[in-house]
């Protein structure tokens, strides 16, 4: 994976109305940090994957 589909990922997710606010925040922080190289594939593909409306029940605490 890299910068291009984690970017691309995370404009579907703002367009479907999963990112907003302080989720939008996190998800640009986080995306510039792996843009650094400070930040995994792995934990940029968390980041992205908590938010998914399809592998939200994936996880066991709500995120809001």
């Known amino acids: ?17 999963a990112l907003y606010r302080e989720r939008l925040i996190e998800v640009y922080c986080t995306l ?4 650094a190289g ?6 940029m593909q968390y980041a ?4 998914d409306p399809e592998l939200e029940k994936l996880f066991p605490f709500p995120l809001s």
């Open 1 to 17: 994976m890299n910068l291009e589909y984690f970017s691309q990922r995370a404009l579907n997710l703002m367009y479907s109305g």
């Open 48 to 51: 992205l994957d908590r938010y």
């Open 38 to 43: 400070e930040i995994s594939d792995r934990v």
């Open 32 to 35: 510039k940090g792996y843009e």
